[in-house]
């Protein structure tokens, strides 16, 4: 099982907005509504930020939202906040009990 | 409140083994399923496999078949992962992570993570 494709690292101004795309396959993104997306700061464990591809978690803000689309999900910060800076993984079902992450994005707060 | 709380760092020498403990408060633990991912330096997360501690049922990634057993022990609610035939590359931070939502694909808790150093 292959990690999923995700851009190194993305930027953005505070309040503006940016987006991460996880491009998987047929087997695993394009498969199953499954996505989940998770934030994680320096030295700490990852924190669900999203998962079923655009349903929240309690707690976490509504700036957060997941969209997908084939065989890409996407990840979108809206209103970009300097605690918003953070490595940002997505991962994925790919069948028979088997997960799979992607290779992660360093969101960078300008 | 949901915690997972995990065991102590560790060094170990190539050819050894490593067994990391993960041990659940706040919930039922033999209603979710709890999983491993690993993390080594500066990298991304990697999942390692799945454990149902209701059954004792589990499922290992390819790349690790064969070198993990995930067990549990239901009496004090705490799931165990051992790696064997440790190698440098698997100097990593190792976490644990409760599976929850449809096909349990949401990790939703996850431990503090053990760091396993493997070094002569």
């Known amino acids: 099982q292959s990690a999923l494709t995700q851009p190194p690292s993305a930027s953005g101004s505070p309040g503006q907005s940016v987006t991460i795309s996880c491009t998987g396959t047929?087997?695993?993104?394009?498969?199953?509504?499954?996505v989940s997306w998770y934030q994680q700061h320096p030295g700490k464990a990852p924190k669900l930020m999203i998962y079923e591809v655009s349903k929240r978690p309690s707690g976490v803000p509504d700036r957060f939202s997941g969209s997908k689309s084939g065989n890409t999900a996407s990840l979108t910060v809206s209103g970009l906040q300097a605690e918003d800076e953070a490595d940002y993984y997505c991962s994925s079902y790919a069948g028979s009990n088997d997960y799979v992450f992607g290779t992660g994005t360093k969101v960078t707060v300008l | 409140q949901v915690q997972l709380v995990q065991s102590g760092a560790e060094v170990k020498k190539p050819g050894a083994s490593v067994k990391v403990s993960c041990k659940a408060s706040g919930y039922t633990f033999t209603s979710y399923d709890i999983n491993w991912v690993r993390q080594a330096t500066g990298q991304g997360l990697e999942w390692m496999g799945w454990m149902n501690p209701n059954s004792g049922n589990t499922g290992y990634a390819q790349k690790f078949q064969g070198r993990v057993t995930m067990t549990r022990n239901t009496s004090i609610s705490t799931a165990y992962m051992e790696l064997s035939s440790l190698r440098s590359e698997d100097t990593a931070v190792y976490y644990c992570a409760r599976g929850w939502g449809a096909a349990a694909a949401a990790f939703d808790y996850w431990g503090q993570g053990t760091l396993v150093t493997v070094s002569s």
């Open positions: 047929s087997s695993d993104v394009g498969g199953y509504n499954y």
